[in-house]
């Protein structure tokens, strides 16, 4: 298998999920050169040339550029000034376009005819609009040519030449050139956020996928992010989890992992006892007192409880590759008491039959954030944790990935915030809070997933799962033989929970998701259909990558990115199939393109997380 560059990307709408790559077929092969592979051909070839062509370039370094919709959207600017300067600060809208008459459109005619309308102006309708708009662009090496559409759609051709040397010029400067520039500093992610001693169902991995991968498109586009596993470590529950411990095993400090064995069942049988038991029940509602109080052998047990499970948490993240910090609930816990002062102190908290809340318009249940036996609850401490985040962090934008059900807490609570003055109300402005709301995991029942036994199906089963179908897979295609264990693990993992990952991401998060391994490990492929997609398609569609992560960052879609993904593989695919690349006479173009293609893809799989396996 030399020289074989596999990736998988599945299409959202079709069974098949792998499309390989076989670099070998880019030269249209001759058998009888058997010596570098042709992946390696490619890298020495295209490093060399890059090599003598940074000797050449000046600006290397200045990575610091605009992408192409708003280099257009600048362009565009200015030829809209000039064309009605009596209509001031209009902004530009400029989309990108697939038609063969343009790459890009400009669409402000018909809005800018509307404000004109019989008032005195030499226009007589919206075409004319366009085409003065387009007489008024600035002369700019971006352009090819221009031409009027319809009712005054400006339609742009890029500069084949311009296009060209951007990519040549990626290659020099590396992917970073093309991060998109976003307006925020620095963000907290809060997600994964499982809950200490409960089962780490497949919501929590839809948290921990969608999160990652928001994560991953800050990071790249240059945002610090806090990555933050707001873990439930501080319910009522631990009172009853102590005393079982406790209960359990005399020596209960020395009672590790392994003896306590699953915490699940751990603590199933706790619930079972403090539901049959009053005498168990009034001891383990004490202990929930003492632990609050700070009591050090509750602490101790509790400390204990947590560090199992956070450690079973860990092995799933180390899986998935997914870096966390914890801060748990109980992190918060000492900043409650003050941020409910300062909510007070504004007029925000109220009294309500025995309780403390908060009323707020467009609801008509009220925010407890004191419930009446005089504890804290969820929202108390989602407020104290947005206070810190804000004014200790320094975070600009919080983000907070959960399925939809939790969405009436967070609009409550970022309204709370909003009112108390630390959230901007604009909600297009910083400091902002975002819900990013999930669909249910569903089983092929169509009923929530679960086991046959309707057991909650453990993450670490998942995986495993997924892991074991896909080595299969390869055995039954004779990769046993072929490669070693080692490989045969490696590349297993990677396409098993990269298609975890990717059946995940690749649908619209708000709708449902059914859970299938038959479908999201399906290899067969697809009917392949060949468009007229030549370079220059590729090329184009290479040059929206950056605006592609902005989107769906700025919208907090990762949707829009395997979309991309799947896109890119296939104008790939068009292109290697009908344009020769090596021993031809456009070879070093060629090369340079599928190069900057490989790289974009290499960063599109980073982004959703997904390892790309090299042979298969
Ligand atoms: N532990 C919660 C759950 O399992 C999710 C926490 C989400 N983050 C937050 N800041 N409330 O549902």
């Avoid at 991995?205 to 991953?216: F, K, P, W, Y």
């Avoid at 001891?283 to 003492?290: E, L, S, W």
């Avoid at 249940?365 to 004191?370: C, H, Q, S």
Wanted: glycine letters at 6%; hydrophobic letters at 40%; one cysteine or more.
């Amino acid at each position: 298998m030399l020289g074989c560059l596999t990736l998988f990307v599945a299409p959202s709408s079709s069974s098949s999920p792998f499309v390989s790559f076989n670099f070998n077929r880019l030269s249209h092969f001759r058998p009888s050169i058997s010596l570098p592979s042709t992946t390696d051909l490619l890298r020495t070839t295209s490093r060399r040339l890059i090599l003598a062509t940074k000797k050449r370039s000046v600006s290397t370094m200045a990575n610091e550029e605009e992408n192409v919709k708003r280099k257009l959207a600048k362009l565009f600017e200015v030829a809209l000034k000039v064309t009605v300067p009596s209509v001031v600060d209009v902004e530009p809208l400029v989309a990108a376009c697939t038609g063969k008459f343009g790459d890009y459109q400009c669409n402000n005619a018909m809005g800018l005819w509307s404000k004109i309308k019989g008032k005195e102006t030499e226009f007589k309708g919206p075409p004319a609009v366009g085409q003065a708009i387009m007489r008024n662009l600035p002369q700019s090496d971006i352009i090819e040519s221009c031409s009027v559409a319809g009712p005054g759609f400006v339609n742009v051709k890029l500069s084949r030449n311009w296009m060209a040397q951007s990519i040549q010029r990626m290659l020099i400067d590396g992917i970073d050139a093309w991060a998109p520039r976003l307006p925020v500093r620095r963000a907290v992610v809060d997600f994964s956020s499982p809950n200490i001693a409960k089962e780490m169902h497949v919501g929590h991995l839809r948290s921990t996928i969608i999160g990652d991968t928001i994560a991953r498109m800050l990071e790249f586009s240059r945002v610090e992010v806090l990555r933050r596993n707001h873990v439930g470590d501080w319910g009522t529950q631990f009172g009853m989890l102590i005393e079982f411990l406790f209960e359990k095993f005399s020596n209960w400090e020395d009672a590790n992992e392994a003896a306590i064995g699953d915490l699940q069942e751990f603590y199933k049988e706790s619930k079972k006892r403090f539901d049959s038991d009053p005498d168990f029940k009034e001891r383990a509602q004490k202990a929930v007192v003492r632990l609050q109080g700070g009591e050090q052998k509750y602490r101790k047990a509790w400390t204990q409880i947590c560090e199992i499970s956070r450690n079973e948490f860990n092995r799933v993240y180390q899986r998935l590759g997914v870096q966390l910090e914890e801060k748990g609930e109980s992190f918060y816990n000492p900043y409650i008491p003050a941020v409910l002062e300062e909510l007070t102190s504004k007029n925000l908290v109220e009294d309500s039959q025995g309780a403390r809340v908060i009323f707020l318009e467009g609801f008509n249940i009220p925010l407890i954030v004191v419930k009446s036996d005089g504890g804290y609850n969820y929202a108390s401490t989602d407020l104290a944790a947005i206070w810190y985040r804000l004014n200790e962090e320094k975070a600009e934008w919080m983000i907070y990935v959960t399925d939809v059900g939790q969405q009436q807490h967070f609009d409550m609570v970022f309204k709370a915030a909003k009112r108390a003055g630390w959230l901007s109300t604009d909600d297009n402005a910083y400091p902002k809070a975002s819900h990013v709301g999930f669909g249910l995991v569903l089983g092929d029942d169509k009923k929530r997933f679960r086991t046959r036994s309707s057991e909650v199906v453990r993450l670490a089963d998942l995986l495993d799962e997924a892991k074991s179908r896909c080595k299969t897979t390869l055995i039954e295609r004779g990769k046993g033989d072929e490669w070693t264990e080692e490989e045969l693990e490696q590349t297993a993992e990677a396409i098993g929970y990269g298609a975890v990952k990717y059946a995940d991401l690749k649908s619209n998060r708000l709708t449902n998701y059914t859970f299938s391994f038959d479908q999201m490990l399906n290899d067969k492929m697809g009917a392949i259909v060949l468009d007229h997609a030549d370079e220059r398609a590729l090329g184009l569609h290479l040059l929206q990558f950056s605006e592609v992560v902005e989107e769906a960052c700025t919208n907090l879609l990762p949707n829009v990115l395997c979309e991309y993904l799947y896109n890119l593989s296939e104008f790939f695919t068009t292109f290697y199939s009908n344009c020769q690349v090596v021993g031809s006479a456009e070879e070093t173009s060629r090369l340079l393109l599928c190069e900057a293609t490989a790289t974009v893809m290499r960063k599109c799989f980073y982004l959703l997380g997904i390892v790309p396996v090299y042979k298969i």
